[in-house]
T-cell receptor, first 115, second 113 residues
Framework: AQTVTQSQPEMSVQEAETVTLSCTYD???????LFWYKQPPSRQMILVIR??????QNATENRFSVNFQKAAKSFSLKISDSQLGDAAMYFC????????????FGGGTRLMVKP | DVKVTQSSRYLVKRTGEKVFLECVQD?????MFWYRQDPGLGLRLIYF???????EKGDIPEGYSVSREKKERFSLILESASTNQTSMYLC????????????FGQGTRLTVV
């Protein structure tokens, strides 16, 4: 079974600065997908960014980018120019084409943004 | 606008009660999931379903059952609620293709007293 680990329970960043959230995972598969989800205080989970394991190029969505290191099984999220609205819980998730396409989540990182 | 709707945002039940949590999606998704969210533990999968009447156990199925009689509806049942089932419950759905994102409901915060 796959496991996903987020080693930072809480992170803090100054508004307009850059922050990186860490995620590692354990798998024996070569084909899979990785996701970062954001959960603001409203509790509505929102997809931030996704990465296909077979793609070497790191995904980017506006101020959000990932550093995907397949050999190291690492998938970190970088948030540039942090905004107050970025304050939320962030979850890293792994999806396998096997095992019924289940999504496996990490424990989450609470990001605080200081004005 | 895609939608996953959970029947209640907040629920308070007594120990021993039978509890139903309902989830409906309007996106014709094959897969539906029930997760439990607890601080520091992230989201843990209780059950998922890939088709009508089909279900698979997740990581923590004990004390729960599910029902999927129609494609759009996935119900989580606590047969006899206990205080250790006090938690946030999230429903999600997605298409069967691996690269597609999951869409989530707004969660039900269940308190068992």
């Amino acid at each position: 079974a796959q496991t996903v680990t987020q080693s930072q329970p809480e992170m803090s960043v100054q508004e307009a600065e850059t922050v990186t959230l860490s995620c590692t995972y354990d798998t024996s598969e070569s084909d899979y997908y990785l996701f970062w989800y954001k959960q603001p205080p409203s509790r509505q989970m929102i997809l931030v960014i996704r990465q296909e394991a077979y793609k070497q190029q790191n995904a980017t969505e506006n101020r959000f980018s990932v550093n995907f290191q397949k050999a190291a099984k690492s998938f970190s999220l970088k948030i540039s120019d942090s905004q107050l609205g970025d304050a939320a819980m962030y979850f890293c998730a792994y999806r396998s084409p096997n095992a019924g396409n289940m999504l496996t989540f990490g424990g989450g990182t609470r990001l605080m943004v200081k004005p | 606008d895609v939608k996953v709707t959970q029947s209640s945002r907040y629920l308070v039940k007594r120990t021993g009660e039978k509890v139903f949590l309902e989830c409906v999606q309007d996106m014709d998704h094959e897969n539906m999931f029930w997760y439990r969210q607890d601080p520091g533990l992230g989201l843990r999968l209780i059950y998922f379903s890939y088709d009508v009447k089909m279900k698979e156990k997740g990581d923590i199925p004990e004390g729960y059952s599910v029902s999927r009689e129609k494609k759009e509806r996935f119900s989580l049942i606590l047969e006899s609620a206990s205080t250790n089932q006090t938690s946030m419950y999230l429903c999600a759905s997605n298409l069967i293709q691996t690269n597609t994102e999951a869409f989530f409901g707004q969660g039900t915060r269940l308190t068992v007293v």
